[in-house]
């Protein structure tokens, strides 16, 4: 039983990690910006079909194709942001969290037309399968991959963020945008970092759902609910406390689609919505305690 317990977990991890990595981007947007961005999943979806493309049609080596994807993810989502929520952004978090429902609508029936409903899969070869025989647990090659490509990111953003002139000015505008500006700090350009951040972020995400998955018009919108869920638990505008909050319901998730009898694996996401309310009843600021925005 404990052994059947170790495989769900290694499942968990593999899903908590590309949850975690756009998650971290929702929330970027979310601290920074103060908007809830619910096209950030057609965003990640985006950089699935960037990421199919650079790697399987120009036939870019995973070296040269992830920090692509990140760019052109990060500059699609930059301009769409410039585009479309820029012009309104002073008119208060309701009509942006609408325009961002519409903007995602319009996105994922674009793509659907652009690109067509057939899944795009990678050519990713003969994958390798490793196991520990000792607790009869395996992790594939691919699966190593995705959980890899994640932790690099969290250490890359770790680095930025308490190490750089540009991780500070973003966490002092994140404590209070008011002192940030009176200080000196440019919080007009600040939010347009956070918006290539974000976009890049959902871009990686976006590209692992592929590697793991597969390219399909809806991969992102699928993820949409379990990273803002992720988001939420950690503490919505902790990046840290986003990645804790994908990992802890990537693994609750597996155990419970593993636990429950067949007819019942739906409810498996429907067991890390109870972790939410759970937790959000215990600390309501989430993980992290950090302050919820309206």
């Known amino acids: 039983m404990v052994l059947l317990v170790l495989q769900d977990v290694v499942f968990g991890v593999v899903l908590g990690s590309y949850v975690a990595v756009a998650a971290v981007g929702f929330t970027l947007v979310y601290g920074l910006v103060n908007m809830i961005n619910f096209a950030h999943g057609e965003y990640v979806t985006v950089g699935a079909f960037v990421g199919f493309g650079l790697a399987e049609s120009v036939g870019l080596p995973s070296a040269a194709a992830i920090p692509a994807t990140i760019l052109l993810s990060a500059v699609v989502g930059w301009a769409l942001a410039m585009l479309v929520f820029r012009p309104i952004q002073q008119t208060g978090p309701i009509p942006l969290l609408l325009t961002s429902i519409g903007l995602g609508l319009v996105m994922r029936n674009g793509i659907r037309l652009l690109a067509g409903p057939q899944p795009k899969r990678f050519a990713l070869g003969e994958t390798s399968v490793y196991r520990v025989e000792s607790l009869d647990v395996f992790v594939t090659s691919q699966q190593l991959f995705v959980i890899g490509v994640a932790i690099a990111s969290f250490l890359a953003m770790h680095a930025l963020l308490q190490y750089t002139k540009l991780g500070t000015a973003l966490r002092a505008m994140s404590d209070n945008e008011d002192l940030a500006l009176v200080t000196g700090i440019n919080t007009a350009r600040m939010r347009t970092v956070v918006w290539l951040f974000s976009s890049g972020l959902a871009g990686l995400a976006g590209y692992l759902l592929a590697v793991q998955r597969a390219a399909t018009p809806t991969v992102g919108f699928?993820?949409?609910?379990?990273?803002?869920?992720?988001?939420?638990?950690?503490?919505?505008?902790?990046?840290?406390?986003?990645?804790?909050?994908?990992?802890?319901?990537?693994?609750?998730?597996?155990?419970?689609?593993?636990?429950?009898p067949s007819w019942a694996t739906q409810l498996g996401t429907t067991m890390a919505f109870v972790v939410l309310i759970v937790v959000l009843l215990v600390r309501p600021g989430g993980i992290a305690g950090a302050e919820v925005r309206a």
């Not at 902790?238 to 998730?253: Q, R």
């Open 222 to 260: 699928g993820q949409l609910l379990l990273v803002i869920t992720a988001a939420i638990l950690g503490g919505a505008g902790s990046v840290y406390g986003a990645i804790v909050g994908s990992y802890i319901l990537g693994i609750t998730i597996s155990l419970a689609v593993a636990q429950l």
